[in-house]
């Protein structure tokens, strides 16, 4: 194990003050790196160990027992030991009367037991106060100090002041505790750090259907109709082309599925006549997942812009303009300036480049560590008035690069337009119904409601009471 340093750890106990004497039950890795952590924050720490004399690992300063031993060293015991192996705590009910027990363990996955292991804890020995804190925490955020890793502890128990001192224990650690109630929420608790990326699954797999639809989409149209119809082989584009197509357009669709849900919520709101009836479930995830598809896409606009700055050179580019060129020598043509095509090319390309802009700036605030610094009014600015902001302008830069060729019958593949008319349907549609919302007229009545007001309060209190169907 590596040494750790201890100025990278918070010390936020006076050595002035008297030592407050913890005991550790386990020695594992987990335990050694706790134990460490609170030595170096000023505590006094007992292992309680099945082997005392086996445990060489330990960090200095620690007095190794056995577990009835220890245990009777301190009212707060922290048992970092696994479910399976809590059998031996039975013979100890008498000497864990009226203390504390914190339970920090995880199962392997979720659901595992019918009922959490802090719960299990408390049956096992029903005279102690049963805490569960710190299994959000790993024993690799210990040991660097929680600096590169998330500081917040969710604590739950029956007893609030059992639940006090861990909560001071985990502050002069550095942690953040957070109270989630009583030891009924140890189930979900236990169950947080199994998850994986529970508010990135819809998004990704949103994206990733998007994605292969659109890929799909552009290789029939571009690979698939050319070979048909005259036998050309064009699969080469399947490496830079198409993807150079399939980002903007999905980036440009999950912009606008971020703005969306809150534009339904407001014409629910306008129906209703009420902000007092909950939304429906799907719609509720929707907006919680707001972050992370504006995120995916900002990370598929990145994409885009590093497919489109190796452009100039790929070999099919030079080879396209250089025998232009040798044409137009051969001919002694030459093509003439064009003013419109010049503004229209300028326009698109100014228009991603401001749009990519407040992209980036959208997606900046929206991380923790910025977000923390601006008020709510701030906060609201930047994600409501400059990410429609972002919405309108690059939706115009994907209307300005179809230009006259928008709605043209030439650039129809089996009667399929490209794909960037697709991608415009849910961001146009969407900006029209945002115009419409913001009307004088539409958006008076939509504040009054979102200020408390009513179109009938007698059928809105009739709902909350469950007499009407949401």
Known sequence: MEKT??????????????????????TGDFGRLLGLRMLQCGYSIVFGSRNPQRSSLLPSGAEVLSYSEAAQKSDIIIVTIHREHYDFLTELT??????????????????????????HLAQLVPGAHVVKAFNTISAWALQSGALDASRQVFVCGNDSKAKQRVMDIARALGLTPLDKGSLMAANEIENYPLQLFPMWKAPFYLSAVLCVFFFFYCVIREVIYPYVNGKQDSTFRMAISIPNRVFPITALTLLAL?????????????????KYRRF????????????????????????????????????YVRWTSTNRTIN???????????????????????LGILGFFLFVLLGITSLPSVSNMVNWREFRFVQSK?????????????????????????VLRWYLPSAYVIALIIPCTLLVIKFILILPCI?????????GWERNPKFSDSALNGKTDI
Not at 258 to 266: E, F, R, S, W
Not at 298 to 307: I, K, M, R, T
Not at 443 to 451: A, P, S, V
Request: glycine residues 6%.
């Open 386 to 410: 400059l990410g429609y902001l972002t919405l309108i302008l690059c939706t115009a830069h994907t209307l300005v690069y179809g230009g006259k060729r928008f709605l043209s019958a030439s």
């Open 258 to 274: 971020v703005y969306l849900p809150g534009v339904i919520a407001a014409i629910l709101q306008l129906y209703r006549g009420t």
């Open 94 to 119: 008498e000497v864990l009367k009226g203390k504390i027990l914190v339970d920090v363990s995880n199962n392997l996955k979720i659901n595992q037991y019918p009922e959490s292991n802090a719960e």
């Open 443 to 451: 958006d008076k009545t939509l504040t009054r409601i979102r200020q």
């Open 328 to 350: 137009q020598i051969t001919a002694k043509k030459e093509n003439p300036f064009s003013t419109t095509t010049a503004w229209l090319n300028d326009s698109f390309i100014a």
């Open 280 to 315: 429906p479930d799907w719609l509720d995830h929707w907006m919680l997942c707001r972050k992370q598809l504006g995120l995916i896409a900002l990370g598929f606009a990145f994409l885009h812009v590093l497919y489109t700055l190796v452009i100039p050179i790929r070999y």
């Open 5 to 26: 340093s201890t100025d990278a750890l918070p010390l936020t106990m006076n050595s002035s003050e008297k030592q407050e004497t913890v005991c550790i039950f386990g």
